[in-house]
């Protein structure tokens, strides 16, 4: 008798399985509302970063087109005389949607056509040194996405040499 004496003494605990069950539930709840929204920031910050290099990569091919149709003679310099400082026409958004020509007729996956424009430059030292500012806007899947690039292309026919000066533009033109 002395065992079913042990247990009728021990105190007995009820109702105690559904608050813990219920807390453990809640906790893995909450688990997966983290990790999917992480999941989700994720995502869309990976969409971001594509569709930034998307517009990278149309503006790159662009402005590789223009360089070597310039730099070949198949594209014709712009109409407009060097001025003796550097170009800035490209900083204004007005002057580059009039005077920009299309590159490329379409870039996939972007809203529009990958657009450069150049500009003559007069080179004080070198007379005899032709050079251009050309500038490179690619989109990405959106309107807003876009990158610019430019490169300052220097043809010296007594040479017979190019030189070429890259540079990435971090902020848009306004």
Do not use: Y
Request: hydrophobic share 50%; glycine share 4%; proline share 6%.
């Amino acid at each position: 008798m002395k065992p079913l004496t042990r247990l009728l003494r021990r105190p007995r605990i009820r109702g105690i399985a559904l608050p813990v069950v219920l807390v453990i539930a809640s906790m893995m709840l909450v688990t997966s509302s983290a990790w999917f929204e992480a999941a989700l920031f994720e995502a869309r910050n990976a969409r971001l970063i594509a569709d930034d290099l998307l517009a990278f990569h149309a503006a790159d091919a662009a402005l590789m087109l223009c360089t070597r149709a310039l730099a070949s003679g198949a594209m014709l310099a712009p109409a407009a005389p060097a001025q003796a400082g550097e170009p800035d026409g490209w900083r204004q958004q007005a002057t580059f949607d009039t005077r920009a020509v299309a590159a490329i007729g379409q870039w996939p996956g972007s809203v529009r056509p990958p657009q450069c424009l150049i500009e003559s430059w007069r080179l004080d030292s070198r007379p005899a040194a032709r050079a251009f500012v050309v500038t490179a806007r690619g989109f990405g899947a959106s309107e807003s996405t876009q990158r610019w690039l430019q490169i300052q292309l220097v043809l010296d026919e007594t040479e017979a040499r190019v030189e070429r000066h890259w540079r990435r533009i971090a902020a848009r033109p306004f």
